[in-house]
């Protein structure tokens, strides 16, 4: 089994060490996975300050939001991997990014990512033309439903076509809150597909929302399962972790999701 997002600052405040990577290992061991990927993400590190301009320019509540998240380095977050990446592990350990995906700043994002050696870039969707739809609840008060949903399709492919990321991180997340069209996403769900066969990416089957947020849908909804399996895309489970102890959260149930006449997909 492979827990295939688990990220690694909030649990040691980006202070990097063996002891911090072993005991996501350790638990790891503890939940029987095989393989994890550990990462962090782009809104940690101030060179990517300027990528998240118009997130920052979006309301006050976004900006200082930012403030207090970006206070690392990644040239220290790369340092470490690179000092670390002969180590010998009992399991399969990867070390990467979670990348928003800003369609403006797309290509700085590019020219960051490309000056490190990462094993995977996972891309993300967390904003809608900037609106950070997965911050609060009451953040969703008066808008479009089905508007939110198309625009936030719309990004995704796009990030998809570029071909900067290895896998597409919890490809549904805008459902955390509980909102859902008023019609079918079949079609944008086969168009998915392609894409993300096109492209050589994986996407997570993710329990994160159901970690995080409490969320009662374990893993992408039914019907995307559904088409992404008829269409052979790759499929990693994800646990969408923060702190050790949390590895490999619901990977058990994730992993029997994907089972369909023997055929696994993680």
């Known amino acids: ?71 690392a380095s990644i040239e220290s977050y790369a340092a470490f991997i690179e000092q670390i990446r002969g180590c010998c592990f009992p399991i399969l350990v ?22 490190y050696r990462w094993d995977f870039v996972v891309g993300s969707v967390h904003f809608i033309d900037n609106w950070g739809f997965d911050h609060k609840a ?14 936030y399709y719309e990004i995704m492919l796009e990030m998809i076509h570029t071909g900067m990321f290895s896998g597409a991180a919890h490809p549904d997340s805008i459902k955390c809150f509980g909102h859902y069209p008023t019609f079918s996403l079949d079609d944008t769900y086969i168009n998915l597909a392609a894409a993300l066969n096109k492209a050589g990416m994986y996407a997570e089957h993710s329990g994160g929302l159901a970690l995080n947020y409490g969320h009662g849908e374990k893993g992408m909804n039914t019907c995307m399962l559904k088409v992404f399996k008829e269409y052979g895309v790759k499929i990693l489970t994800a646990s969408d972790a923060h702190r050790p102890e949390h590895t490999g959260e619901n990977i058990v149930d994730l992993s029997e999701m994907l089972q369909d006449g023997g055929k696994r997909f993680d």
């Open 138 to 151: 009451e953040f969703w008060r008066g808008i479009n439903v089905d508007g939110a949903y198309h625009r």
């Open 1 to 71: 089994m492979i827990d295939a997002h688990i990220h690694l600052f909030q649990s040691n405040s980006g202070k990097y060490s063996m002891e911090l990577i072993d005991s996501f290992v350790s638990q790891a061991q503890k939940k029987g996975l095989s393989e994890i990927y550990l990462l962090e993400h782009t809104h940690q590190f101030h060179e990517f300050k300027q990528m998240y301009k118009p997130i920052e320019n979006y309301n006050e509540y976004q900006r200082n939001w930012l403030s207090g998240k970006m206070t």
């Open 94 to 115: 990867k070390f990467g990014l979670e990348a928003c995906y800003i369609p403006e700043t797309g290509t700085l994002l590019e020219s960051i990512i490309k000056q």
